[in-house]
């Protein structure tokens, strides 16, 4: 597969690196051709296997989506989690096409981080609107940041919370 051809290459500049700065990391990015885990090639432990779930549904959890990208999606991050110890992601969390549209993937991005969270994933980026804007970019870093630290606190309680922050009064 091509994934393991390309690993095999990334391992070898790991090996390098590991001679001269033993305490960095090679990362590299397991997307298209190269997203599948491969089924003989290990990444050494200084390598990051970051992972990009394009294409998948942005409706609801791909852990709970049937559609084939999400369901493919799901398996390749376990897949992975078999054979990396360090895997990240590089979620994107906005609509490319129309920046200022709503983008309602609250239900997913929200569950997904605690899906990241159960596999063994120990490294998240967002990759949002920049400084383009987004109708809500705010509020979605701040939830999400908060669910980086603990997966398991409720969505709509820092929802709520955030609101009540910036609002005051306003809020209601």
Not at 11 to 17: C, S, W
Not at 43 to 71: K, M, W, Y
Not at 129 to 135: I, Q
Request: charged share 20%; aromatic share 14%.
């Amino acid at each position: 597969a091509t994934s393991g051809l390309f690993l095999r290459f990334v391992n070898q500049v790991a090996e390098r690196v590991q001679k001269t700065h033993p305490d960095n990391y090679v990362s590299t990015l397991a997307y298209a051709i190269t997203e599948k885990a491969p089924k003989i090639t290990r990444p050494h432990d200084n390598v990051i296997i970051r992972l990009c779930p394009f294409g998948i549904c942005c409706g609801h959890s791909f852990a709970e989506c049937t559609s084939r990208q999400s369901v493919e999606f799901y398996k390749t991050l376990q897949d992975w989690g078999k054979i990396c110890s360090n895997i990240f992601i590089w979620h994107y969390a906005t609509n490319f096409d129309a920046y200022l549209l709503p983008f309602p993937n609250f239900g997913e991005f929200t569950k997904d981080i605690r899906v990241y969270h159960e596999n063994g994933v120990n490294g998240l980026f967002f990759q949002g609107a920049g400084d383009r804007g987004s109708s809500d970019g705010e509020l979605r870093i701040w939830v999400a940041a908060r669910l980086m630290w603990n997966p398991e606190l409720s969505p709509d309680s820092l929802i709520d919370e955030w609101m009540h922050g910036v609002y005051g009064k306003a809020y209601a």
